[in-house]
């Protein structure tokens, strides 16, 4: 029996010693592409981790190119990003402060994919504002009741970002009864607990481990397969590539439409209710702005969805027709040319139409 | 939880240690709810058919056991097996029969709406049903006595290395083993994990790479050459193999970590000399079921020529059913049905051909050209096996000889091989083969493990260290899950 166990061990040594140097010698980041890549959670171990990223965490990392095609010749060039978390695990510098007045719920571009801290829509938000803007990113509407901090501090402000392709899957129900309230004394230890810095590493250590980051940089290397030539694109020498391609721009059942303005309202509704102003902000996908260039008519979801829910009363941040006016009449990007997500221009402009609708003091609608 | 993930395999230390740590008379208990859980864990609602199965083949071989009169435990027998193959029947072959019939009133004008059921086909019921009739029949026979603890005949059934793709394993070589007493030996259980080790080489690393190949061609076989068609079959035949013998080998391998015996199901197939000799190699435990309890009592070849044929034919097209509810699987069944009345036919015409050109007296050369023969009617029968239909067979089979000419043209022949478009897929596909030629080469003169324990204890740490690092680096990242598990 001591014998087998020793071999074992003499068997086990290089792997063993390959996880050490990947999680204690090498810096977090050195087998991945993104800083995305690198913090993000995989395991939540029973929710130690609750956020989406790594909490705690400061990350400068140099990004070559976008999500869609990063090792072309096209790739956007290198560009160092900063991403601070916070003890929750989301994208924000850690502070003091325990009051938020402005909460963004979104998706990827809410996180800042493709961004630096900077360059994010919640920090541009905030320096537009002079308010604090917490990004609840990327996460779906019901988490801020589950967020150590927010779950009981009311803000006076939601806004819900999702990207066209998103508001047709996306998931906008939240637990009936949910209201902003004070932890009870478990909760409170569970969040002490979940916040100690040394379950955090633990927790972060141990995901890391399960990560497999230098096998998973190793496995792509050797079972690397040409990218399918389907990567959609248009334009002449580096070409704009996109997600979906010519399927994004497709005409949605007005069933579809209708259900989503439906949720949304309901939603709306539930949050002014509890004194709470709530603004929509739709991010038209890169096709429907790009469509001229794909070849494809342009869609009308999403200019007839931002009808609707102004007919329903909804406050909706109308950044179809801004993103085309500033693409079109100005011929700025806002989206990486090489990636989903919208750029530091896109952000710029959502982030103006948004403190411009905030700077008035009633809301421009009341859900009917 | 799939069978080659680490949960998986975290999961099944945890049972391991288990199993080793309550007192022997309760081992049983963690095996079957380890076993029920695992079954569960796919869908709940399967559980309920596999309890039920097991609860009527307990039930019923404890019925027969009790009867001494021979016309009631006959009576008995029968409603063993109609419950255990009606179970079968209704989730497997409802569907087919119906759609069948549909297609049939169809093409005499008769319009047929079909009773269309959305049965979910349990997964690994053909094995566990096969167990059990295997079961209510030895008892039957007085082969096995009836086994009268629930629980210990229960994990017989379910025990979860084998319970979605066998091996269909016999109650008098299984059931005694899951009262014994066996400690946990470490020899043991190290050379059960280096039978896993292997099993998951094989298919995480060889089926998997030929998959990528075999799936681009079937996917759409009218874009591909007769060389392309001839590749991916040829690799099929390699896939599956690896596959279902990866997948036996790591349920052997659990087993021999549990000191469970579980019966071999591959030897070395595609060395076999003749097809009947495949069938001897080739899921053991499905064929020597089918000659058991199927062959032998329809009367095998002593019935007469026409009989002795018919029994191959009537054997085999139900080997295919038995895989799946589809006439491609007849089809494949079926052909190997007509392999063997062929070979029977030829067999003197043949020896004397061998005879005449003097083949007989070269054994290494005819020994060789058989197992040459072998295989290639083995891969042309596995293109029903693997095609959506038979009219993708029939076109697969028709333009297997299309495009040859263009083979020694330098710039035809890259696009034929490289299917996946990455030099990189054909170069270790074609080394995993070599790989596993070798040690089937090895393991032809001796046991892989006999053949290591001599070794210095560097050479044997190479080959593990090959292995281990084969699984992690080479396996793809979504692997399918196996072949058999769909039937």
């Avoid at chain 1, 004394?185 to 810095?197: G, S, T």
């Avoid at chain 2, 095996?31 to 859980?37: D, F, G, K």
């Avoid at chain 2, 005449?356 to 029903?384: E, S």
């Amino acid at each position: 029996m001591k014998k087998y166990a020793l071999k074992y061990c003499l068997f086990l040594l290089p792997f063993a010693a390959a996880i050490a140097l990947e999680l204690f010698v090498l810096p977090g980041d050195f087998f991945t592409f993104r800083a995305w890549e690198t913090l993000v959670v995989k395991h939540t171990f029973g929710g130690l981790l609750k956020g989406p990223f790594y909490p705690n965490m400061t990350l400068v990392k140099t990004e070559t190119g976008g999500d869609l095609k990063p090792s072309s010749a096209c790739a956007e060039k290198k560009k160092d990003v900063l991403w601070q978390t916070d003890a929750y695990g989301y994208r924000k510098v850690p502070s003091p402060v325990r009051r938020y007045p402005v909460i963004v719920v979104g998706d990827s571009n809410a996180a800042g994919g493709g961004l630096s801290q900077e360059e994010m829509f919640s920090e541009v938000l905030e320096k537009r504002l002079g308010l604090g803007v917490y990004p609840l990113a990327p996460d779906s509407i019901k988490y801020i009741f589950k967020h150590g901090l927010l779950k009981e501090t009311k803000p006076d402000v939601i806004i819900l970002e999702n990207i066209e392709r998103g508001i047709l899957t996306g998931n906008f129900t939240i637990r009936p009864g949910a209201s902003f309230q004070e932890m009870s004394r478990a909760e409170r230890l569970l969040w002490k607990i979940r916040l100690h810095p040394v379950v955090q590493r633990a927790a972060v250590t141990l995901d890391r481990a399960l990560k497999a980051n230098m096998l998973q940089f190793l496995r792509a290397r050797i079972n690397a397969r040409p990218a399918a030539a389907a990567a959609h694109s248009s334009g002449n020498g580096c070409p704009i590539l996109f997600l979906q391609g010519e399927k994004a721009n497709r005409d949605v059942p007005d069933e579809t439409r209708r259900a989503a303005v439906r949720k949304i309202r309901e939603l709306s509704i539930f949050f002014t209710g509890q004194g709470i102003r709530f603004i929509f902000l739709p991010i038209p996908n890169k096709e429907n702005i790009y469509s001229r260039e794909l070849g494809t008519p342009r869609p009308v979801f999403l200019e007839k969805l931002i009808a609707e829910l102004r007919e329903a009363g909804v406050e909706v941040i109308d950044t179809q027709k801004a993103y085309e006016d500033i693409t079109r009449r100005e011929g700025r990007h806002l989206y990486h040319r090489d990636d989903t997500h919208w750029n530091a221009a896109g952000v710029e402009t959502a982030a103006a139409l948004v403190s411009e609708a905030l700077r008035q003091k009633t809301p421009a609608a009341a859900p009917r | 939880m799939d069978f080659y993930s680490p949960e998986f395999f975290a999961f099944s230390l945890a049972v391991l240690a288990l199993y080793f740590v309550v007192p022997v008379r309760l081992r049983w208990v963690v095996l079957l709810a380890a076993s029920y859980s695992f079954y569960a864990a796919f869908k709940a609602a399967y559980l309920g058919i596999l309890v039920f199965c097991t609860l009527a083949a307990y039930g019923g071989a404890l019925a027969i056991n009790r009867c001494e009169a021979r016309q009631t435990r006959r009576l008995m027998l029968i409603a063993g097996l109609v419950c255990q193959l009606g179970i079968l029947g209704i989730f497997k072959y409802v569907n087919f029969l119906d759609a069948s019939l549909g297609q049939l009133l169809g093409w005499g004008g008769m319009a047929y709406s079909g009773v269309a059921l959305t049965f979910i086909v349990p997964v690994g019921i053909s094995f566990y049903v096969f167990q059990n009739v295997s079961y209510l029949v030895d008892v039957y026979r007085r082969d096995v006595p009836a086994e009268r603890h629930p629980g210990i005949f229960a994990a017989y059934v379910a025990f979860f290395p084998k319970l979605l793709s066998g091996p269909i394993e016999r109650a008098s070589q299984f059931l005694p083993q899951l009262s014994e007493h066996s400690r946990f030996d470490a020899e043991r259980f190290t050379n059960g994990l280096k039978l896993v080790c292997w099993g998951l080489f094989k298919k995480l690393v060889i089926a998997e790479r030929l998959a990528a190949f075999v799936n681009v061609v079937y996917a759409d076989p009218q874009a591909y050459s007769g060389v392309s068609l001839a590749l991916a079959c040829v690799f099929y035949s390699f896939q599956i193999y690896c596959d279902f013998s990866g997948y036996t080998d790591i349920a052997i391998g659990l087993g021999q970590m549990f000191g469970l015996r579980l019966t071999d199901n591959f030897n070395r197939p595609y060395s076999a000399t003749s097809i009947s000799d495949f069938w001897r190699r080739w899921h053991i435990s499905l064929s020597s079921w089918l000659r058991d309890y199927l062959y032998i009592p329809l009367g095998g070849n002593r019935a007469g020529v026409l009989r002795h044929y018919l029994n191959y034919l009537v054997v085999f097209g139900l080997c295919g059913l038995w895989h799946g509810a589809s006439w491609t699987f007849v089809a494949w069944g079926l052909l190997h049905g007509f392999y063997l009345v062929c070979g029977r036919i030829t067999a003197k015409p043949r020896a004397a051909l061998a005879a005449a050109v003097g083949l007989d007296r070269k054994p290494a050369p005819a020994r060789c050209l058989k197992i040459l023969i072998t295989f290639i009617l083995v891969t042309l029968a596995w293109i029903f096996f693997r095609a959506e239909s038979l009219s993708q067979a029939f076109y697969i089979l028709g333009h297997l000889f299309s495009g040859w000419e263009n083979l020694f043209a330098a710039e035809a022949l890259g696009p034929m091989l490289l299917l996946t478009k990455s030099r990189t897929d054909l170069v270790l596909a074609v080394l995993s083969l070599v790989f596993l030629g070798v040690v089937h080469a090895l393991e032809r003169h001796e046991n892989m493990r006999r053949l290591f324990a001599g070794r210095p204890l560097w050479a044997r740490f190479a080959f593990y260290y090959v292995l281990v690092a084969g699984i992690l680096l080479l396996s793809p990242p979504n692997a399918a899950n196996f072949i058999y598990f769909q039937f």
